[in-house]
């Protein structure tokens, strides 16, 4: 992505940025599908998705691009995400919440990132799946 800076404006870069741009968000999105492919605790979740991730895994890089302030790629193509509404056919209490959370916390330490930055990111997906909570418990 090209940023036109004018004079006199400071370019901040975004977490995208740090990420790696979209060649470090699809490194993440996969790490993370990895993860709940392949660890045994995160088995309600992964039996939730279909058999293959690889749609799943898309989608989550077209979604993430755009909040971690890159190209709006999920909403060029999907419109808005309502991913709370998205999310309402799947139960996800704190069990479910805390093993995505699990999956994306395996997935940053395989990013070459700073803790500030890592821990930055895990308030924010936090606060993302915390929303996503739909069953009273
Ligand atoms: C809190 C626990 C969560 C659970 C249990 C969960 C589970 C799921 C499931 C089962 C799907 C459907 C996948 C499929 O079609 O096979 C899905 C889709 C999706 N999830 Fe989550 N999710 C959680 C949190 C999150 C969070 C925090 C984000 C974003 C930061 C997110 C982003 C997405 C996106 C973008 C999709 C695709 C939506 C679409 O169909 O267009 N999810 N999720």
């Known amino acids: 992505m090209i940023d036109v800076v004018k004079p006199g404006q400071v370019y901040k870069s975004t977490q995208y940025d740090k990420l790696g741009g979209e060649a470090g968000v699809r490194q993440l999105t996969k790490h993370f ?25 898309d989608k989550l ?40 959370l699990h999956c994306m916390d395996v997935a940053l330490s395989n990013m070459d990132i700073e803790k500030p930055m890592r821990d930055e990111l895990m308030q924010a997906f936090f606060n993302t799946a915390d929303f996503m909570r739909n069953k009273t418990e």
């Open 33 to 57: 599908y990895q993860a709940m492919n392949s660890i045994a605790e995160v088995k309600t979740i992964r039996e939730m998705h279909a058999p293959n991730l690889s749609e799943a895994e």
């Open 61 to 100: 890089f077209m979604f993430l691009s755009g909040w971690l302030g890159g190209p709006s790629l999920y909403i060029e193509k999907f419109g808005h995400p309502r991913l709370r509404a998205r999310h309402l056919p799947f139960i996800v209490g704190t069990k479910e919440r805390d093993q995505w």
